[in-house]
Structures are given as C-alpha cells and as structure tokens.
C-alpha cells in the first residue's frame, strides 16, 4: 500500500493479558516511530528504529513494552500484562531523511481497550 | 522537551471564515510540522518549515515561523467544514521522535 499500515485497527483485551500490535512502514522509509495518544491527550513517543541502529527505547513506560523491527521493515508492539491505564490509541509512523528534513507518515492507528 | 503548546485549545467559526492557531516552543529547532487528526485518528502532515524560513503556503494554508519568539502560527483561509479537526504543531529540533500537545480543536460550522 501507499501508506503506513496498522493492524488490529481496535483491540479489546482483559487486564493481564498480553497484545501484539503491528505496523506496516511505507515502503523505503527507513526510521519506524511508535506513539500513543490517550484520549483528548497528546502523542507520547514510545519508541524509534532508524536503520540498523540500536532503537531508541527512551519513551517506553515500563518493562512490559517492547518492541522489535524485523528486517527493516514491518514492526511489532508488543504489550505484556495489560493494564488499564495501558488504554490508548497506539500510532505508528515511517519517515525518510530528504535534504536533512524529515516528514513522519502515520497510520490510522490501533485503539486499544483495556478492561 | 522540544514539545509545541497550541493556542487557542478550541476554535469555532464560521464556513468561509479564517481560522489562525498558534504554536509556542521552547527549544532551538531544525523544522516545525503542523498536523491535522480527524476523530481522535488519522494525523495527517500538513506542511514543514525550516527554521531558516519565516513564511510557507500550501494551498488555503499559510504558516508563519518566528525563531526570536519560538512561535509559528498556522492559517486556514477560506474554512470548510471539512477543515473540523485536531491541529498540532511538532517542532523538531536535535531529537528525532515528535511531541505533541493537547492541540487546537477547529470546529468549522456550516
């Protein structure tokens, strides 16, 4: 597709439980964002990749997120032990650098419900 | 933090009218990026200008940088109802990673 990508587009879990979140970056880009945005909040970096790089997990709230980019492309989410506080929409975006500027491109997101 | 703070947080007009949101920052940038998000999904890039810019159109949208007072404001001429949404503004400067505040909420009546 022309765009970034995101699957599930809504998730309802119980608290506990673990989830798995995916993003399809465009294709080419080669840095990969995770954020997510509580309701009527801002967006809250989590995590990025860029390239081969160590990935920058500076904004991931606990030790049960992680996150991983498998062969530079598609990434994964993941949230262990859901808490309801954990309720957000979780946002991906995928830039490139042009003439030292960059422009992220973000999904439509996956909203996940805690209960 | 490199994160923007949006003035007004809720703006109502008219179909037809203009409608100006303000940025303010607090760090030295590289760029600032408005964005749009329609029902709580959906941010869509609307236009980057570079700190070396002071002035920057996109069709009915107009952005104004001023590095001096770390302030950018963005201009929708001409609004239609489809113009209703979620502003942002992302300054980005030495970190890669983009914060947002809360936003303007446009709301464009018929």
């Known amino acids: 597709g022309a765009g970034v990508s995101q699957s599930p587009s809504n998730k309802v879990t119980e608290k506990g439980k673990d989830v798995e979140l995916r993003c399809d970056p465009i294709?080419?880009?080669?840095?990969l964002y995770w954020y997510r945005q509580s309701l009527g909040q801002g967006l809250e970096f989590l995590i990025y990749f860029q390239g081969n790089s160590a990935p920058d997990k500076s904004g991931l709230p606990s030790d049960r997120f992680s996150a991983e980019r498998t062969g530079g492309s598609v990434s994964t989410l993941t949230i262990q032990r859901t808490q309801q506080e954990d309720s957000a929409v979780y946002l991906c975006?995928?830039?490139?650098?042009?003439?030292?500027?960059?422009?992220?491109?973000f999904g439509p997101g996956t909203r996940l419900l805690v209960l | 933090s490199q994160q923007g703070e949006e003035d007004p947080q809720a703006l109502s007009i008219q179909e037809g009218e203009n409608a100006t949101m303000n940025c303010s920052y607090k760090?030295?940038?590289?760029?600032l990026q408005w964005y749009r998000q329609n029902s709580g999904r959906g941010l869509v890039h609307l236009i980057l200008i570079r700190s070396n810019e002071r002035e920057k159109h996109s069709g009915r949208l107009r952005v104004t940088l001023d590095t001096s007072k770390k302030s950018s404001s963005l201009l929708i001429t001409a609004s239609r109802a489809a113009d209703t949404a979620s502003y942002f503004c992302a300054p980005s400067g030495s970190a890669r990673q983009l914060t947002f505040g809360s936003g303007t909420q446009l709301t464009v009546l018929p």
């Open positions: 760090t030295s940038i590289n760029n």
């Open positions: 294709s080419g880009h080669t840095a």
């Open positions: 975006a995928s830039s490139f650098l042009l003439a030292g500027q960059e422009t992220q491109y």
